[in-house]
């Protein structure tokens, strides 16, 4: 038991709990002790890049240029969301990019050149990606071969697939009124609409925690106060309807936006309020323990790179929809390019461990908003794209550095 919770007779992830100001503070800086940096420092930078990029340019902060953000995050945010699930259980997926290219070249295929209803080849370009992930966890958890080189071999193999179905200069435009082309072109020009939906976030957040602290008071657990709860309420209420006003002051609520909180939200769901969930945390905090309590550590590794490889290929689809095409250029720089540079920095940089056990699927959606942003500040002001990759590796770096020495400062405590 280290100082902190010495002192206080509790954990320090439950300190503040029923106690003042000076409470809540003291248990911040222990959780960052801990090594939980939690989303507030990433929250914080993402403030501190808004407020340069709009010192250097008026329209950044634009009712436009923020519509047009919350679209562009997408594609690249339900990759990641994937990418997270991985992670958490201490591995990593290489192959996403290529995966989300073969999905989006599946479906041009299947519908354009063969004739495919636009639903029935959606569903089977998220199949494939599906169908990649088990393939991929297959090789790992029961064949035994290392995850890096399973999903780098997929980053090769999958990248050539897409390639040899668009062939060598194979453009394929998709319908731009279809149904792929609409997911990111389609908005709810309704205000209610937008602040229906920050409404509800609000009010479920605000139900979900007092039913949370009913029960943990019941328990005799330790549990957050009602003026927590409150205050917590508040500061999501002000994000919230500020954003459904902004997004009011342009097109309305991007369709493309509402699908990827959604998925963030079920995916959260289920990683945090059910056993499927308690048992992923417990596999990436120790595979031995995991498998002594009793986890199919086999079958679980398999799930979290079939999920991976779904929601890598629904994020191709969003970025086939932006370009309305799929073809050999976009494929391979989908494949071997930023796009999976981009997902798992935007993982690492929202909190998610690289060592597993630790992030959530929204540390998806913070992380791709710094990156996104960092690339549409960069566009406005015309600088070129080297330094943007030099600066998104910065972050990167900084992420990955601190918690690592997170990490080891909490495990110095702990052999103490």
């Known amino acids: ?12 992830r439950t300190r503040g709990r029923n106690m003042n100001l000076r409470g809540y503070a003291d248990a911040f800086r222990a959780r960052l002790r801990l090594g939980e940096r939690g989303p507030i420092l990433v929250a914080l930078g993402l403030v501190v890049i808004w407020l340069v990029f709009q010192s250097l340019d008026d329209n950044f902060l634009s009712p436009r240029n923020l519509s047009n953000l919350s679209v562009d995050i997408v594609g690249t945010g339900l990759v990641a969301v994937g990418i997270v699930f991985v992670l958490l259980i201490g591995e990593i997926d290489l192959s996403v990019g290529s995966v989300s290219g073969l999905a989006g070249a599946a479906f041009a295929v299947l519908n354009v050149n063969l004739g495919m209803p636009e639903w029935l080849a959606l569903i089977v370009a998220m199949l494939s990606g599906m169908a990649v992930g088990a393939v991929h966890g297959f090789f790992f958890a029961w064949v035994g071969v290392p995850a890096f080189v399973v999903t780098l071999a997929g980053l090769l193999a999958w990248n050539g697939l897409t390639l040899f179905l668009l062939g060598a200069s194979g453009t394929i435009s998709l319908d731009e009124e279809g149904l792929v082309a609409s997911l990111t072109s389609s908005y709810f020009g309704a205000a209610a609409a937008a602040y229906g939906l920050a409404a509800l976030g609000i009010a479920a957040y605000f139900l ?22 409150w205050v917590r309420t508040g500061v999501l209420a ?20 509402l699908i990827f909180l959604t998925i963030i939200v079920a995916s959260d769901y289920i990683l945090r309020r059910t056993r499927y969930g308690r048992r992923v945390y417990a596999l990436g905090g120790g595979i031995e323990a995991a498998r002594r309590a009793g986890v199919g550590v086999a079958r679980v590794r398999i799930l979290m790179f079939m999920v991976s490889g779904t929601l890598a290929a629904i994020g191709g689809l ?15 720089a989908a494949g071997s390019g930023m796009l999976l540079i981009n997902a798992i920095a935007a993982a690492v940089i929202g909190g998610t461990s690289l060592f597993g056990g630790r992030g959530s699927t929204w540390s998806a959606l913070l992380g791709v908003l710094v990156i996104e942003s960092i690339a549409s500040g960069m566009a406005l002001l015309g600088v070129q794209d080297a330094v943007q990759f030099m600066i998104t590796g910065g972050v990167l770096l900084a ?5 690592t020495l997170s990490r080891r400062s909490a495990g110095a405590r702990d052999r103490a």
């Not at 038991?1 to 320090?12: E, I, L, Q």
């Not at 979900?208 to 709860?229: D, F, Q, T, W, Y």
């Open 1 to 12: 038991m280290d100082a902190v919770s010495a002192t206080s007779g509790r954990h320090p």
């Open 238 to 257: 002000l994000i919230a309807l500020a954003a459904a006003y902004t997004l009011n002051q342009f097109q309305g609520l991007p369709l493309a936006l």
């Open 318 to 332: 969003f970025v086939a929809s932006g370009l309305t095409s799929a073809s050999p250029t976009t494929a391979r």
């Open 208 to 229: 979900v925690s007092h039913r949370n602290r009913n029960r943990h008071k019941a328990a005799g657990m330790p549990h957050r106060s009602l003026s927590e709860i």
């Open 399 to 403: 992420a990955v550095t601190a918690d």
